[in-house]
């Protein structure tokens, strides 16, 4: 489901142990329409390619200098979106870090998008989704509340979201989990952005996150979550 859409960089950034990149990458980027598990934005496979790069360790844990370096890479590599399903609780030495490391990354012409968190607080005190220029990612559930564990996204300056509760991906070993939180909204945010950028590839930050908002759909907690992502209506008002 997932090696027609998989592009390695590094074969030591290809083994995961943990499960969670896999399970991120086939929300982004799972081949559509083959019959098999789950399937991504992209109908006919010819929009978006995704790619690893591990910035933490077989426990899940990782320094900020870590991800930094894993951001700048991804940016010097050419993607398009850089997708960020991690996080921790931030200080104003981090945010400045992922300040300068966000906006390498958009010069370079990639669009920034991080997972809000899953401690029910203000994602305004987790980094890297508090860094300027960053859009970030509140979890609903199926009923578009948002989901228990999801930090809010008020005071984040792009914040927006995608479904979290119950969420069926690819994990290794040809095999298929269902999981919660930020992490897995995010990645929906990064595939349809992904191919709205290959639609557009100029489109900016600012660009894309204003018609995401404007294409979204109201939560039951639309100040605490953003609007939630419609992936048909933002194409749709792309390509008008």
Same mark, same amino acid.
């Given at each position: 489901? !997932?090696? *027609?859409?998989?592009?390695? !960089?590094?074969?030591?950034?290809?083994?995961?142990?943990?499960?969670?990149?896999?399970?991120?990458?086939?929300? *982004?980027?799972?081949?559509?329409? /083959?019959?098999?598990?789950?399937?991504?934005?992209?109908? /006919?496979?010819?929009?978006?390619?995704?790619?690893?790069?591990?910035?933490?360790?077989?426990?899940?844990?990782?320094?900020?200098?870590?991800?930094?370096?894993?951001?700048?890479?991804?940016?010097?590599?050419?993607?398009?979106?850089?997708?960020?399903?991690?996080?921790?609780? +931030?200080?104003?030495?981090?945010?400045?870090?992922?300040?300068?490391?966000?906006?390498?990354?958009?010069?370079?012409?990639?669009?920034?998008?991080?997972?809000?968190?899953?401690?029910?607080? /203000?994602?305004?005190?987790?980094?890297?989704?508090?860094?300027?220029?960053?859009?970030?990612?509140?979890?609903?559930?199926?009923?578009?509340?948002?989901?228990?564990?999801? /930090?809010?996204?008020?005071?984040?300056?792009?914040?927006?979201?995608?479904?979290?509760?119950?969420?069926?991906?690819?994990?290794?070993?040809?095999?298929?989990?269902t999981l919660n939180g930020t992490s897995m909204a995010t990645p929906y945010v990064s595939g349809l952005i992904g191919?709205?950028?290959?639609?557009?590839?100029? !489109?900016?930050?600012?660009?894309?996150?204003?018609? !995401? +908002?404007? +294409?979204?759909?109201?939560?039951?907690?639309?100040?605490?979550?953003?609007?939630?992502?419609?992936?048909?209506?933002?194409?749709?008002?792309?390509?008008?």
């Amino acid at each position: 489901d !997932l090696t *027609a859409s998989f592009k390695s !960089l590094k074969s030591r950034h290809d083994n995961d142990p943990k499960g969670h990149g896999t399970y991120c990458a086939g929300i *982004a980027a799972a081949v559509s329409n /083959n019959g098999k598990g789950v399937a991504s934005f992209s109908q /006919n496979n010819e929009f978006v390619k995704v790619t690893s790069i591990k910035v933490l360790n077989a426990m899940g844990m990782g320094s900020q200098k870590s991800i930094i370096d894993g951001i700048i890479q991804a940016a010097d590599s050419g993607a398009d979106v850089i997708s960020l399903s991690l996080g921790g609780r +931030s200080n104003q030495s981090k945010q400045t870090a992922y300040k300068k490391a966000v906006k390498y990354a958009n010069k370079a012409g990639a669009i920034v998008v991080a997972a809000a968190g899953n401690s029910n607080r /203000n994602a305004k005190e987790f980094a890297p989704v508090n860094a300027p220029g960053v859009i970030g990612v509140s979890a609903i559930d199926e009923e578009l509340n948002r989901a228990v564990f999801s /930090n809010f996204v008020q005071d984040i300056d792009m914040g927006i979201a995608a479904p979290g509760v119950n969420i069926y991906s690819t994990i290794p070993g040809d095999k298929y989990a269902t999981l919660n939180g930020t992490s897995m909204a995010t990645p929906y945010v990064s595939g349809l952005i992904g191919l709205m950028k290959s639609i557009k590839p100029s !489109l900016s930050t600012k660009e894309i996150y204003n018609i !995401l +908002s404007a +294409s979204g759909k109201k939560t039951k907690n639309t100040k605490e979550t953003g609007k939630f992502i419609q992936p048909a209506e933002a194409i749709k008002m792309l390509t008008q």
